[in-house]
């Protein structure tokens, strides 16, 4: 029998945006476009040899006969409460972490997909927001503590605060449970209040990862940030006044950026009081609005060429944005050496070791972090 190859996409926008670009790869039969909560059962319970009966399941795109076939799109699972936990018996929980991770296990948590705000850097901008009940999320979080011995989660929604009444309901159903777990979540300032931050911490959640991205207000306004530098001030003290460690994230080179405006950004990162920052160069991404730019400015599908023909990734130009790759780079090193080697930051951080074992990861994540530029973009 002919084995058939199938290629899965469960998320994110690579074959939303290039399905036909990824199937005049020989080596793929079968391609999921967007959500297969609905499609996917529906190919396992078909005949795989049966070509015709593709034509009945939505959001796939198939090879027949030599000519590529796409159907009808396939629907957005609108309860997301419907969708199976992820297979974590398939993996070793204890193997995986982030480079600050505190506790074995580990694993990442979805609780929610979509996200309202218009970031141009982010493909999932104003794409609806459907989260999960709290009874959801903890019985999922359950079955990791008990089944997986799993303590700590990091949810990686694009924003867990977008739904403030969720966020408390979530955070009440998490301690009248009475598992102990520690987890972080992502957001933004201006979708954060102290109620929350309450609760957060009571539930156990320690750390809050916040998109910062520059200390200059034309870039914040121009990347469709609605905040300001003073409301990342204050969220980020609020934070850290609750308990809550708090983590930022910053880019370089987005449409504006000058060396000087680069510099405003370290100068405001080392102003706020923040445990961790990343920096990162700034990278347009397929289903971004600054992908849109950079199509406009450049005249080239980058992406599209990519797809069709993988070869070595450049690094590629940035609408908007006149400063080279190299200069790029030399800002991001400098800014983690300006924020991390400060001595008030050393010792601020020593005096949050309280064992040989963490000072020995925290100089590992200082060493790590020093070099993270080379290595992270953002998208």
């Known amino acids: 029998l002919e084995f058939r190859r199938v290629l899965f996409r469960s998320g994110g926008?690579?074959?939303s945006i290039y399905a036909e670009e990824t199937m005049i790869h020989d080596g793929l039969d079968v391609g999921f476009i967007g959500e297969v909560e609905i499609s996917l059962p529906m190919f396992l319970e078909c005949d795989v040899m049966d070509l015709e009966a593709f034509a009945d399941i939505p959001g796939i795109?198939?090879?027949?006969?030599?000519?590529?076939?796409?159907?009808?799109?396939?629907?957005?699972?609108?309860?997301?409460?419907?969708?199976?936990?992820?297979?974590?018996?398939?993996?070793d929980n204890s193997l995986y972490h982030s480079f600050i991770t505190k506790y074995k296990n580990f694993t990442c948590f979805i609780s929610s997909r979509g996200c309202p705000f218009k970031c141009i850097f982010c493909e999932q901008g104003e794409l609806k927001f459907?989260?999960?009940?709290?009874?959801?999320?903890?019985?999922?979080?359950?079955?990791?503590?008990?089944?997986?011995?799993i303590r700590e989660f990091d949810v990686f929604d694009s924003s867990f605060t977008i739904n403030k009444p969720r966020?408390?309901?979530?955070?009440?159903?998490i301690i009248d449970s009475g598992l102990d777990v520690h987890w972080s979540v992502r957001s933004r300032v201006d979708c954060m209040n102290e109620e929350m931050l309450y609760w957060l911490?009571?539930?156990?959640?320690?750390?809050?990862?916040?998109?910062?991205?520059?200390?200059?207000?034309?870039?914040?306004?121009?990347?469709?940030k609605d905040t300001n530098l003073e409301r990342m001030r204050n969220t980020i003290e609020l934070t850290k006044k609750i308990g809550i460690d708090t983590f930022g994230y910053f880019m370089v080179g987005s449409p504006g950026e000058t060396p000087e405006t680069v510099r405003e950004t370290i100068a405001f990162s080392k102003t706020l009081d923040l445990d961790y920052a990343q920096f990162s160069k700034v990278t347009p991404m397929p289903g971004t609005q600054l992908y849109a730019l950079y199509l406009k400015e450049f005249q080239e599908d980058y992406w599209k060429d990519y797809i069709r023909n993988p070869t070595e990734q450049i690094s590629l130009p940035r609408p908007g944005c006149t400063m080279s790759d190299q200069e790029i780079q030399r800002f991001c090193k400098q800014a983690y050496l300006e924020f991390y080697y400060r001595p008030s930051y050393i010792l601020r951080a020593l005096g949050r070791v309280k064992s040989l074992e963490e000072l020995?990861?925290?100089?590992?994540?200082?060493?790590?972090?020093?070099?993270?530029?080379?290595?992270?973009s953002s998208g």
């Open 13 to 15: 926008v690579h074959m």
């Open 130 to 149: 459907r989260g999960r009940s709290a009874e959801s999320v903890v019985e999922e979080l359950g079955v990791c503590y008990e089944k997986y011995g």
């Open 61 to 91: 795109i198939f090879r027949k006969d030599g000519k590529i076939h796409r159907t009808r799109p396939a629907p957005q699972l609108q309860n997301v409460d419907n969708a199976h936990f992820p297979a974590r018996h398939l993996v």
């Open 201 to 224: 911490h009571k539930a156990g959640c320690f750390r809050v990862y916040y998109g910062i991205e520059s200390g200059n207000a034309c870039i914040l306004k121009t990347l469709k």
């Open 167 to 173: 966020v408390i309901e979530v955070c009440k159903a």
């Open 360 to 376: 020995i990861r925290s100089a590992k994540v200082a060493f790590e972090m020093r070099f993270a530029s080379d290595a992270h």
